[in-house]
């Protein structure tokens, strides 16, 4: 399904916005595109227009800027809650979730790492724990979990590599049946430089 957002578009779902990012953690999409997208620009769109629907809802919860953004599928004050946006989806109540950023890490890296400093050194150990950030905090309401949930870590984890080195995808991407779906699936390999769009989009709103 295709969106639009304050001119930006991209194909995306009424999903939290990890829908963009497990689906790349392994995978490598760079300069690869079928009929209907090139999908690792896509999701440098959507993270983006997930970054302006966040920094909007600063009108609401004081707490979003554009150095404290983030919201997809997490624990909550209330239990665990699917939301996100846009469209808002769940009731979002200013909580943060650093794998919002974490996972988006390769997608809009300036942006992304923008919003981790500031997590980690303006919370300290209320939301950076021995075994890295918590799963959500919301410093409105001064609730931060105390649990680390492992499939966010993880994905954090992945994503930072990824950006770093590139060692998950080069590595995953040597199996023959990655090299074999991508070809089945209808992908073509072409030039892509994503660094001046990523540069352009972040600058929207320094």
């Known amino acids: 399904m295709t969106f639009e957002y304050d001119g930006l578009r991209y194909i ?12 790349q953690a392994w995978f490598d999409f760079r300069g690869k595109r079928d009929r209907y997208a090139d999908y690792f620009r896509n999701s440098i769109i959507a993270t983006e227009v997930h970054r302006l629907f966040c920094i909007e809802l600063g009108t ?27 469209p808002a989806m769940g009731p979002i109540d200013g909580t943060v979730v650093p794998s919002a950023a974490g996972g988006s890490l390769p997608f809009l890296p300036q942006a992304t790492m923008r919003v981790l400093k500031t997590i980690k050194n303006g919370y300290g150990t209320r939301a950076w724990s021995r075994y890295g950030f918590v799963n959500a905090f919301n410093p409105l309401k001064n609730w931060y979990d105390t ?57 929207r709103t320094r």
């Open 12 to 23: 995306g779902s009424y999903a939290p916005l990890f829908v963009h990012q497990y689906s």
């Open 147 to 203: 649990d680390v949930i492992g499939i966010d870590t993880g994905i954090t984890m992945l994503m930072a590599e990824n950006l770093r080195t590139g060692f998950v995808w080069n590595t995953f991407m040597k199996n023959r049946e990655a090299k074999t779906a991508f070809e089945r699936a209808g992908f073509e390999s072409y030039p892509a430089d994503y660094k001046a769009e990523q540069e352009s989009l972040e600058a």
């Open 60 to 86: 609401q919860f004081s707490d979003y800027s554009n150095d404290l953004w983030g919201i997809t599928a997490s624990d909550s004050i209330n239990g665990y809650v699917v939301w996100g946006g846009p």
